[in-house]
């Protein structure tokens, strides 16, 4: 099984994932997962050209890229299934086709950052983004559910966030309650998502796009800003 999994990680990577990890997903509700009871966490970083272009709020270039990555994420989504059903598995692709948002909750049965929680890969933010030490929180996610039995990473059960409360300060919807983010959390008693989304698709209106994405916790997380620093 290991030689599957540094197989499958190895060309995600060449095609172009910044991230990749491997999650035991029993814990959770059979009807979350679909009955598979494994997942694989695949990230790929926002350019930091244009995460410097968001200091002040979403842009054009920001959309464009966003709307980028999803495609991108849904090809590795693909992918990864294609190639754990050549080994004889099942494997399910958790593309922006496929899964469903619940709009009053604004939220998914199992979301890709949960998964990547699981695999090791990072922690919920104060503002409801999943944070990587590599790159801040400046990546896109997608997850595949699968019942290959692939070597989990070893789940992130902490925040790494501490006292900071950038994202707070900065988020114009006053969506970020400034609370640690732990497992045990429901996401309402940290972080506030109808307001996020009212805000955020306030600022898109001013581009003429009606979508709902911001940037501004993304761009002034620290976590971020040495992804940056590394990358001028």
């Known amino acids: 099984m290991n030689h599957l999994s540094s197989g499958l990680r190895s060309n995600l990577l060449e095609r172009g994932a910044s991230l990749v990890g491997f999650a035991d997903l029993k814990d959770f509700p059979a009807k979350d997962r679909?009955?598979?009871?494994?997942?694989?966490?695949?990230?790929v970083a926002i350019r930091p050209d244009i995460i410097r272009g968001?200091?002040?709020?979403?842009?054009?270039?920001?959309?464009?890229?966003?709307?980028?990555?999803?495609?991108?994420?849904?090809?590795?989504?693909e992918y990864t299934a294609d190639y754990l059903k050549g080994h004889g598995f099942e494997a399910i692709p958790q593309t922006t086709?496929?899964?469903?948002?619940?709009r009053n909750a604004l939220r998914t049965p199992l979301p890709h950052k949960t998964v990547a929680t699981r695999a090791g890969l990072g922690w919920i933010g104060k503002c409801a983004l999943l944070v990587t030490k590599s790159f801040g929180?400046?990546?896109?996610?997608?997850?595949?559910?699968?019942?290959?039995?692939?070597p989990a990473g070893i789940p992130v059960n902490a925040s790494s966030c501490g006292t900071c409360t950038r994202c707070r300060e900065a988020?114009?919807?006053?969506?970020?309650?400034g609370?640690?983010?732990?497992?045990?959390?429901?996401?309402?008693?940290?972080?506030?998502?109808?307001?996020?989304e009212k805000a955020a698709r306030e600022l898109m209106l001013r581009l003429g796009i009606d979508y709902t994405i911001?940037?501004?916790?993304?761009?002034?997380?620290?976590?971020?800003?040495?992804?940056?620093?590394?990358?001028?």
């Open 179 to 196: 609370i640690n983010w732990s497992p045990e959390l429901e996401r309402e008693e940290y972080y506030d998502a109808h307001s996020c």
């Open 54 to 77: 968001i200091e002040n709020g979403p842009t054009l270039a920001y959309y464009e890229e966003y709307v980028r990555l999803n495609e991108q994420l849904n090809s590795l989504a």
């Open 171 to 177: 988020c114009p919807g006053k969506a970020v309650k």
């Open 34 to 43: 679909i009955d598979f009871a494994y997942g694989v966490s695949i990230a």
């Open 214 to 232: 911001c940037g501004k916790c993304i761009y002034v997380c620290p976590w971020t800003q040495r992804y940056l620093d590394a990358h001028r």
């Open 97 to 102: 086709t496929r899964v469903v948002q619940d």
């Open 137 to 150: 929180s400046a990546l896109r996610f997608t997850s595949v559910l699968t019942n290959a039995p692939l």
